[in-house]
Nanobody
Framework: QVQLVESGGGLVQPGGSLRLSCVPSRNIFDFYAMGWYRQGPGKQRELVAGFTRAGTTNVADSVKGRFTISRDNAKNTVYLQMNSLKPEDTAVYYC???????????WGQGTQVTVSS
């Protein structure tokens, strides 16, 4: 069973920054793709940013220019750097990993991000 351990959420004022971290229990390159999703109050879960093993990156229009997804291969960690945060970014953020060989998808437990003054 694969585990994805997230950290870095919290309460921040509008305009502030946070960095989320996700550490999988398997090597990052075992997965076809990894990414971050979020689910705000009363909303459906949506993709925030993700990348494939080949390096293709996808970022939601709503966060483009403010959020950056990256990975540190040596630390086997995926990051989501969030800058210029807005109240509408308030959500539970989930790390996701896709294993297309086995046809499986894995989710972290979620980390709360609250943007409020």
């Amino acid at each position: 069973q694969v585990q994805l351990v997230e950290s870095g959420g919290g309460l921040v004022q509008p305009g502030g920054s946070l960095r989320l971290s996700c550490v999988p229990s398997r090597n990052i390159f075992d997965f076809y793709a990894m990414g971050w999703y979020r689910q705000g109050p009363g909303k459906q879960r949506e993709l925030v940013a993700g990348f494939t093993r080949a390096g293709t990156t996808n970022v939601a229009d709503s966060v483009k220019g403010r959020f950056t997804i990256s990975r540190d291969n040596a630390k086997n960690t995926v990051y989501l750097q969030m800058n210029s945060l807005k109240p509408e970014d308030t959500a539970v953020y989930y790390c996701n990993a896709a294993d297309v060989v086995r046809g499986l998808e894995y989710w972290g437990q979620g980390t709360q991000v609250t943007v409020s003054s």
